[in-house]
């Protein structure tokens, strides 16, 4: 056995890896001794002793503190998953010593806070009571980080590319259209007929950049011979885009909500342009290398009962479902 493998499977403890992570977190040893309760001495010593331990650099000294190198980034990023991991099992112990069902860390897009997850939670408390939800919204990006990192247990959204998705395990829920909406009161809302060409003077409210539905939406208006708007606002929050287009003569992307189309009180229509854009599913994806607790199950289950029992609708479906929403009658 190498003295790598060694120091890794037998003398490596869970102080060092706290103690990495916390170094990558600051990058700057005066910080990570005051958090820690130690001298800068003892946290600069401890980490000659690792570094020498693994036979590798792992931080670079520099004029703006400590920089990780490639085999810092490496064994940080275990670290993480390992304190993850055993964090997760004091809290399993934890339920199991209580009679409760643990904690479920979930990173969920804006898109599924007000419908799917408040639903979806109060359907597992009344199923188990002592099961505690903590829930980070985010984009997509971001999410996925804290996931690979070991601080969330799952994600609950539109699914990503496949691409994105290596190492992951990924379960759909239900198929939901994206069509261009505006308010009630928007000048095309009361046109039977609207082309490509009449959305070119209006403002907009986009997806951020980098946001899954960026590029289609980018790829649809070239696709109709439109530049991309020069009036815009960037969001993902469905309650702005909602309430703003009341306000405003501005077209947006929104998610037709198949699953409750009463859950918001603003009224908006839907214009009958075929967007045809190439999304995925919303659905749940956590770490394949990471199975799911029994907390996390129930919730997925949860998730998976408060969608329509085929978890996908058929384009007469879609169709009568946005005709719903646009036309004020859902709310």
Known sequence: ??????????????????????IYDFRNLRQVASNSYITVPAVSKALGEI??????????????????????????????????????TAEEIKALQTGSAGKVHVGALPTLISTLMPRALA????????????ILEGRMNGLLQDLRRGDLDMIVGRLPNRADTVGLHERALIN??????????HPLASRSTVQWSDLKDYPWILPPSGSL????????LA????????????????????????????????TVDMLYPDSEASPFHVLPLDMNLATRPLGVIWRADKPLAPSAMLLLQCLERECPPSGVQDEADLAAMAEHVGSGQGT
């Open 1 to 22: 056995m190498s003295q790598l493998d060694w120091y890794l499977s037998v003398n490596m403890k869970a102080r060092h890896l706290r103690l990495l992570v916390a």
């Open 51 to 88: 570094e020498s331990a693994l036979g590798v650099k792992l931080f670079e000294r520099t004029v703006n503190g400590l920089r990780p190198t490639a085999y810092g980034e490496c064994v940080v990023r275990h670290a993480r998953a390992v304190l993850s991991s055993l964090s997760q």
């Open 123 to 134: 359907r597992l408390k009344q199923e188990a009571p002592q099961t505690n939800v903590s």
């Open 176 to 185: 939901t259209p994206i069509k261009l909406v505006t308010g009630v009161q």
């Open 213 to 220: 539905l960026r590029e289609p939406i980018e790829n649809t």
């Open 223 to 254: 696709r109709h011979g439109l530049p991309m708007p020069s009036n815009t606002i960037e969001t993902l929050s469905t309650h702005l885009i909602r309430a703003y287009i009341q306000i405003n003569d501005a077209i947006a992307l929104h």
